[in-house]
Antibody, heavy 121, light 110 residues
Framework: QLQLVESGGGVVLPGRSLRVSCAASGSTFFSSYIMHWVRQAPGKGLEWVAVMSYDGSNTFYADSVKGRFTISRDNSQNTLYLQMNNVRPEDTAVYYC?????????????WGQGTLVTVSS | QSALTQPPSVSGSPGQSVTISCTGTSSDIGFYNRVSWYQQAPGTAPKLMIYEVNYRPSGVPDRFSGSKSGNTASLTISGLQAEDEAHYYCSSYTRFSTVLFGGGTKLTVL
């Protein structure tokens, strides 16, 4: 079982940067998990943001964040990151990290409780 | 890419069956058998209910089943229970190596 805890959310000005983190525990093999970021704007549906392979060698992004957001991981610290640059009001959302050890990029079995990012002046 | 299309809401009485549809394109649902369904109760994180069209993770009741035909996937919940009331989201892997979610369907148990 993998437990995930997000942190780093808060209020950020448009055009500025913010980094959110996701700490994993409960499994000694965080490096076996493909990890995702998914966001949910207030009162809205889920939107997939990005995914990273076990070792960080492969990453894919949604068009809405490509070139602005960067997903990364530190397997020695069991932590996933999302660096958010040049943020926009439409980036306001709860950001969830999610992972899966099946080897597939499309199954999200474990989810954190999310961290709220508000982009506002 | 646009989100997958789901009905905004469905409802049913306890014991009945309901089906939620999820329509995509030949670049996502129609391209792979990689459709998943997630349940989200208010104020909680999503929970994986179905993966690869019709497989259930351990612990998910067999009242939940999935299917796919062409560019449309479906989730059927039989023997509806009050605890099933939640939002349901479909997702699909795409030919672009990305994941696409549906807009979500609110299930009301009458």
């Amino acid at each position: 079982q993998l437990q995930l805890v997000e942190s780093g959310g808060g209020v950020v000005l448009p055009g500025r940067s913010l980094r959110v983190s996701c700490a994993a525990s409960g499994s000694t093999f965080f490096s076996s998990y493909i990890m995702h970021w998914v966001r949910q704007a207030p009162g809205k549906g889920l939107e997939w943001v990005a995914v990273m392979s076990y070792d960080g060698s492969n990453t894919f992004y949604a068009d809405s964040v490509k070139g602005r957001f960067t997903i990364s991981r530190d397997n020695s610290q069991n932590t996933l990151y999302l660096q958010m640059n040049n943020v926009r009001p439409e980036d306001t959302a709860v950001y969830y990290c999610a992972g899966d050890a099946s080897g597939n990029y499309y199954r999200l079995a474990y989810w954190g409780q999310g961290t709220l990012v508000t982009v506002s002046s | 890419q646009s989100a997958l299309t789901q009905p905004p809401s469905v409802s049913g009485s306890p014991g009945q069956s309901v089906t939620i549809s999820c329509t995509g394109t030949s670049s996502d649902i129609g391209f792979y058998n990689r459709v998943s369904w997630y349940q989200q109760a208010p104020g909680t994180a999503p929970k994986l209910m179905i993966y690869e069209v019709n497989y259930r993770p351990s612990g998910v009741p067999d009242r939940f089943s999935g299917s796919k035909s062409g560019n449309t996937a479906s989730l059927t919940i039989s023997g509806l229970q009050a605890e099933d009331e939640a939002h349901y989201y479909c997702s699909s892997y795409t030919r672009f190596s990305t994941v696409l979610f549906g807009g979500g369907t609110k299930l009301t148990v009458l």
